[in-house]
């Protein structure tokens, strides 16, 4: 028969933190080999999505595109942040690790980031200094190159949203025009601007459909394991990478929400103007616009479906799994 065992918070071996430190890590390299695997796409869409020569610049343009600079700022100085807790916490518990060793008769080799091994005594000077050394910087590099190949997935759905929005204000200015030869040539100009878009959506889609589905693949294990090892052994590591990778994930599934609002609110701008005024002809191709704004522009994330906050709470509840079944294993011998 099993019994429960009195778990010990305060050791300094933590199993759970360095599978998800393995885990994380190997999906940031995945995540960002899909990226450079389909880095020709993306600046495909980086000329197109800059190059307002035939319809135009979106309004307050300027002024998102700050924001957005802002807010890349922000998250960068957070995940720098972040990646300095990670990087700090194994020399603040590097004491505790040599007690551990003392009481327990281990020979765990104390300040490195994550249990290792080597065929040679690598604790010794300058060995350990050494391996310490590479592993703050493959930390620093992948997970830097991480965060800001995610907020690049988020600049770029904001901008497309911006064309949406553009192309939902063009629609509804040419439904404004009391000319009928007007208002026919700016509606055919804002189809095409809105054909588009479509196909801007098309190549956003193959740039980042497959680098997305890696991260969500990984995201429910490291925040489950992330989450056991901070509310069952706090690691200041393990909570900021824990925040990290929530918030990342968090706002390219919130980013993928509101594409999803901006494209379909389209046939909702057109619904709403006097459509039963004009001239048949009109009104059927209206009928056409409204049923193509029916069907959504996603983020798509391969099988796992598409970014949007009800995928969020699923990596939550999955998560959450993953900690319901980790403290059950735990408190079994």
């Known amino acids: 028969m099993s019994q429960r065992r009195k778990v010990d918070k305060h050791t300094y ?13 190997a999906g940031c390299y995945y995540f960002n080999s899909c990226f450079v695997a389909k880095i020709k796409n993306t600046l495909k869409l980086c000329r197109i999505l800059s190059d307002f020569r035939t319809y135009g610049k979106p309004k307050d343009f300027d002024k998102e595109n700050k924001k957005l600079n802002y807010f890349s700022v922000v998250y960068q100085i957070f995940g720098i942040m972040a990646m300095l807790a990670i990087i700090v916490t194994p020399l603040m518990d590097k004491g505790r690790c040599e007690k ?25 000077f300058p060995y350990k200094q050494l391996y310490y050394a590479y ?28 064309r949406f929005k553009h192309v939902r204000l063009l629609f509804l200015e040419a439904l404004q025009c ?62 900021c990478l824990y925040i990290l990778w929530a918030t990342s994930v968090a706002i390219v599934c919130h980013s993928g929400q509101r594409l999803i609002n ?4 389209i046939g909702e701008t057109i619904y709403n103007a006097k459509w039963y005024n004009f001239e048949n002809n009109l009104q059927k191709e209206l009928l056409m616009v409204m049923m193509r704004s029916e069907k959504p522009v996603y983020l798509e994330a391969g099988p796992f479906g598409n970014m949007t906050h009800g995928v969020l709470m699923t ?17 079994r011998e």
């Open 13 to 25: 071996i933590k199993t759970d933190l360095d599978i998800a430190l393995i885990v994380s890590i």
């Open 100 to 124: 551990e060793n003392i009481r327990r008769n281990l020979d765990e080799v104390c300040g490195i980031m994550g249990a290792a091994w080597w065929p040679f005594d690598f604790g010794r």
């Open 262 to 265: 901006e494209s379909t609110g």
């Open 178 to 239: 009391e000319n009928p030869t007007h208002r026919k040539e700016f509606f055919n100009r804002t189809v095409r601007y809105h054909n588009e878009v479509m196909n801007m959506a098309i190549i956003y889609n193959n740039s980042f459909r497959v680098c997305v589905f890696m991260n969500l693949f990984f995201s429910a294990i490291v925040l489950g394991c992330l989450s056991y090892a901070v509310f069952e052994n706090f690691s200041l590591g393990g909570l």
């Open 315 to 331: 990596i939550q509840q999955t998560s959450y799994s993953y900690l319901s079944l980790l403290r059950g294993t735990s408190g």
């Open 135 to 162: 592993q703050m910087y493959s930390v620093s590099l992948i997970y830097y190159a991480t965060s800001t190949t995610s907020f690049t997935i988020v600049e770029s759905t904001e901008h497309l949203i911006l």
